[in-house]
């Protein structure tokens, strides 16, 4: 699979909060917030010190993180690459 393919290459900052980020998504579908529409994620800018916080639409999240190379971040925070979608509330970056 493409994501998991990805997920093998050597593990930059992003990847970490991606992980962070794909927890905060397991631990609500374990509370039971499977309803739940706007999700309380976390600045995969890379700077190890960033923890912006970001509301994403729960839709947005799920097809990004099966997209690999995409990156959420907070607005200003983009690195080098394309910027893919930009809202009021953050910007989708691809490698
Ligand atoms: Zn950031």
Same mark, same amino acid.
């Given at each position: 699979m ?7 290459? &050597? /593990?930059?900052?992003?990847?970490? +909060? !991606? ?5 905060? @998504?397991?631990?609500?579908?374990? +509370?039971?917030?499977?309803?739940? $529409? $706007? @999700? ?5 800018? *890379? %700077?190890g010190?960033?923890?912006? !916080?970001?509301?994403?639409? !729960? =839709? $947005?999240? %799920?097809? @990004?993180?099966? #997209? =690999?190379?995409?990156? @959420?971040? =907070?607005? *200003? &925070?983009?690195? /080098? *690459?394309?910027?893919? =979608?930009? #809202? ?5 970056? /691809?490698?």
């Amino acid at each position: 699979m493409e994501s998991r393919q990805y997920e093998e290459v &050597h /593990a930059p900052p992003t990847e970490f +909060f !991606r992980e962070v980020n794909n927890r905060i @998504l397991e631990l609500g579908q374990m +509370f039971g917030l499977r309803d739940v $529409t $706007t @999700l309380e994620l976390i600045c995969e800018c *890379g %700077d190890g010190k960033c923890t912006t !916080r970001l509301s994403v639409p !729960r =839709a $947005t999240y %799920d097809q @990004l993180r099966t #997209t =690999a190379g995409r990156h @959420l971040v =907070a607005c *200003g &925070h983009e690195r /080098a *690459g394309t910027v893919v =979608a930009r #809202t009021n509330g953050y910007v989708v970056v /691809a490698d």
